[in-house]
């Protein structure tokens, strides 16, 4: 419905400027829809590797390409000496850590992590929990993960003892002396060790790009919405 008495003019320069935007907000729209189906076949690759039957982690270094995001199954012995707890996970509103225990895997002198599960921090920070290391030989059944990049941090994370801000493979081969895999097992499997292993599914960010993919179509619409009535004017009024 048009202002009574108003009939549209056609603005050249207008009309260029508003091509011009719209293009660029579809095409950024259609980018954003590019990345979030790049995104989800990604997602679908991954839940076929993790659905897969699990292969045995040998006792050789592995490309971390070739394992990361399947399932695995690693024998051998935990030593517990040199376990880290990465700090502040939360599970249940509780704060806590994850537990992080090397396991020699057999056949050679080649370790991995396992990261076995989450246990609430005590009252008080200084006093840290005691977790149990089932002994003698294990089978772990669980997912590769290769660790991300570390979070951005104002300082080193170089503080003496067990906690560690994020789990840095490099870090604790530095400080055991241990030869590690480049990735880590996110155990599955039951063990009696009060640990409790619930993961989150990672989240692949496709519902964000979709967001911003239509943010973008919307201001192309609206970008034509505000040509079309500034171009329309009353009679007598100045052209």
């Not at 935990?78 to 990465?86: D, E, G, M, Q």
């Not at 003698?136 to 997912?143: A, F, K, W």
Request: with cysteine; hydrophobic share 45%.
């Amino acid at each position: 419905m048009t202002p009574r008495g108003a009939r549209f003019r056609l603005r050249p320069a207008w009309l260029v400027v508003t091509i011009a935007a719209c293009a660029g907000f579809v095409a950024l729209g259609n980018w954003q829809s590019r990345r979030a189906e790049e995104k989800l076949a990604a997602q679908r690759d991954a839940d076929a590797r993790a659905a897969a039957a699990p292969v045995r982690l040998p006792a050789t270094i592995v490309a971390a390409g070739e394992y990361a995001g399947r399932r695995v199954v690693a024998a051998g012995e935990y030593v517990p000496a040199h376990t880290v707890l990465i700090d502040n996970r939360v599970h249940k509103g509780i704060v806590g850590y994850y537990v992080v225990t090397p396991l020699r895997l057999e056949g050679g002198p080649v370790h991995v992590l396992v990261n076995r599960g989450w246990v609430a921090a005590g009252p008080r920070r200084d006093r840290l929990p005691e977790v149990s290391t089932p002994p003698g030989p294990q089978r772990v059944e669980g997912l590769a993960v290769a660790p991300g990049r570390p979070p951005y941090a104002l300082a080193p994370d170089v503080a003496p003892g067990p906690v560690r801000q994020h789990l840095d493979i490099e870090r604790v081969a530095a400080d055991s002396g241990l030869r590690l895999q480049p990735v880590f097992v996110q155990e599955t499997s039951a063990a009696p060790d009060g640990l409790v292993r619930v993961w989150e599914r990672p989240d692949a960010g496709v519902n964000t790009h979709r967001a911003y993919a239509v943010q973008w179509y919307g201001l192309g619409i609206l970008t034509v919405v505000v040509y079309v009535v500034l171009g329309f004017r009353r009679a007598g009024d100045p052209a």
